[in-house]
């Protein structure tokens, strides 16, 4: 009988023990998230009154998980800084200098990103949809699995990696009517597009040689005129896409899907130096 009860004492105790772990754990956890979100809360109130004062430079600031949605955020430097997982949707970064800095997973949904600058900036996971990036410099960015649903992409990313990207329904054609500078237009050069989706994108009169569209998914695109000499296409889906006028000198289409149902495959040029 008295083992019986040293036992469950014995169990009890320990029951009581874990409880109390993990109450303890969850109190400093909630408390830790609490005080991290207010510290980010402070932070992002103490740029905006710096910006207020006139400070432009926030280079090398570590800026991670800061709230700066709707800000105005015109030429500000924050070249080297680190903002991954911030919220810069809705803000105005038009000229922004953003060159070396690490973005992973920053929410720039409907961002002004006008000729802002993000050359060799890490975007990995970043989301940009419905995004404005006109004259914008992507070139050599790490932009694996972004998302630009919607975004208006007229601008630089040569040599940049959109392994895995987001790219539905994205504007990157030459706007024909409002061309008052000259043919603008999205310059895909040595560009990673390995498994991106560009379903329903428009690539018109787009740059793309020796871009890498390895197994992308370019159903419904349109690449009309699209410079895409030296490309590879091997195993893309061009079901229904529009290729009326593409320059596929020396490109790789083999395997690709969809063929028949292709638009203007009998205007496309330098076809017969492409391998099908």
Sequence with gaps: MTLNIFFSLRKFCVSSCKAFIITLFVTM????????????????????????????DFSGRELSGVNLSGADLNSLNFRGSKLDAANLSGANLR???????????????ETNLDVAIFRSANLAGANLSRASAHSTIFANADMRGAIFEG??????FDGANLE????????????????????????????????????GADLSRAFMEFADLTGANLEG???????????????????????????????????????????GLDTVRNATSAAW
Aim: charged share 20%.
């Design 29 to 56: 956890s909630s408390s830790h998230a609490a005080h991290s979100t207010a510290q980010k809360d402070v932070i992002a109130a103490q740029i905006l009154e710096q910006i207020k004062s006139g400070v432009r």
């Design 164 to 199: 895995g990207a987001n790219l539905q329904r994205a504007r990157m054609g030459a706007d024909m009517k409002n061309q008052p500078m000259g043919l603008m237009r999205v310059s895909l050069k040595k560009t990673n597009l390995r498994g991106a989706n560009l379903k």
């Design 221 to 263: 695109a349109i690449l009309d005129k699209a410079d895409s000499a030296g490309a590879i296409f091997a195993g893309a889906n061009l079901t229904g896409a529009d290729i009326t006028g593409i320059d596929l000198q020396s490109a790789r289409l083999i395997g690709i899907k969809g063929r028949d149902t292709i638009k």
């Design 151 to 156: 975004a208006t992409l007229v601008c630089i």
């Design 95 to 109: 000229g922004a200098e953003f060159q070396g800095a690490s973005l992973k997973g920053v929410n720039l949904t």
